[in-house]
C-alpha cells in the first residue's frame, strides 16, 4: 500500500473553524471526488490521551471473516461490555504487529479467516473533543466540537439519530476492519482518529459504484435476493488484488492522529485499523446531497432501525433555519448555503 493515493488538503486553523463550507469548496473544485483527507495544522489540537481519564464502557464485536478469492464475507459476535481500560490493555497485547506499511496490508490480507479474529468496539455515541485544548484562540474560546465546525444541516433533525446527526466512538485495535459500504441514504462521513496506530482505506469513485455492486453480486448473489442493499449491511470485503483484477481503480489512505477522511456520497470504501487507536465519526449533508442525491438514494428496509432522513421534511427545516438567521427574509435557504 502507498502513503496516501488520494487528494490531501492542509487548512489553517480558520478553515477548520469552518470545516463544513471548507468540505463543500473541495467537492466544488473537484465534483468527482470520492475521498479525501484533510490534515490538521500542527498543534491545532493538544489533549492528553490518559485512557485512565476516560470514563467508557465499550461493547465489542469479534470480527469473524470468511471467503475465497480475495471476497470475504464478516460475521460480528457480540462481546461482553467491557471499560476502555480493560479493552485497550487487551488489544496492545497483539504480537503481530508490524510498522511497515505493506507488510501491514499484506499480513492483513493474509490473515483474513485464519488466527485470532479481531475485535472492534464501534457505534460508541459520544466525542472526545471537549473544545479546551485547541491553539486556535478564536475556535478555542467557543469550544471547537465536529457538530459546531460542520454546521450541518442534519443538526436541525430534531430527533437524536445516532452517527448521522452525533458523533461516534470507534475504538479500533489491529486488524479490525469495517467493510465496503456507501453511507447511510449516500451521505457524507468524516471520520477524525484522535489517538493511536493509523488507520488505512480503500475507496472507489462514485463512477465506479455499479462496477463494484456487479462484482460482489459475482460472488453474493443469494444476499442480493434478500436485500438490494445488502452491501449497505457492512459485511462484505474485497481485497486489492481482486479490485485490480477487475479492472476496478481505487484510492489508498493511511490516516494518522490529527487527520481527518471525509467520504463523499456513492463512494464505496473500507478499511482497518493498525493497532489500538480512536476515531470520532459522523455524517453530514450538504445544500448539493440535498438537491441532488438525497431523493435518489436507495436504502436497506431488512434491518430494523435503517436510517431514513425525509428530504422534504429536511428542506423545510433548512428553510425555516435560514428565515431565522435572515430575520424572516424567506430567501431559499438551499440555494444560499451553497454558494
Sequence with gaps: MSETTCMVFFPNCDELDKLGAYI??????NPNIGICKIVSPQMWYQREYNLENIELNVDPSQQVTSGISGAYNVTYLEEKKVSLQKFAADAMTTNEYTEN???KESLFWR??????SPYYAADIEGSLFTGQ????????????????ALSDMLRLIPNRVPGVNTTMLYIGTWKAMFAFHVEDQDLYSINYLHTGAPKSWYSIQPS?????????????ANELRTCKEYLRHKTKLFSPKLLQSCGLS????VQRPGEFVVTFPGAYHAGFNHNFNIAEATNFATPRWLQTVARKAKRCVCRPHSVFVDPDELEHLVRLEQQRLEGGSGANAVESSSS
Excluded at 463543500?24 to 473544485?29: G, H
Excluded at 485544548?133 to 457538530?147: V, Y
Excluded at 465506479?208 to 453474493?220: K, P, Q, T, V
Design 24 to 29: 463543500q469548496k473541495i467537492e466544488q473544485d
Design 133 to 148: 485544548e485547541h491553539n486556535n484562540t478564536k475556535a478555542g474560546k467557543r469550544g471547537w466540537t465536529m457538530d459546531g
Design 208 to 220: 465506479d459504484r455499479n462496477r463494484l455492486e456487479s462484482l460482489a453480486e459475482g460472488y453474493f
Design 250 to 253: 481505487y484510492d489508498t489512505v
Design 111 to 116: 490473515s483474513l479467516g485464519k488466527g485470532v
Design 101 to 103: 506499511l505493506k507488510d
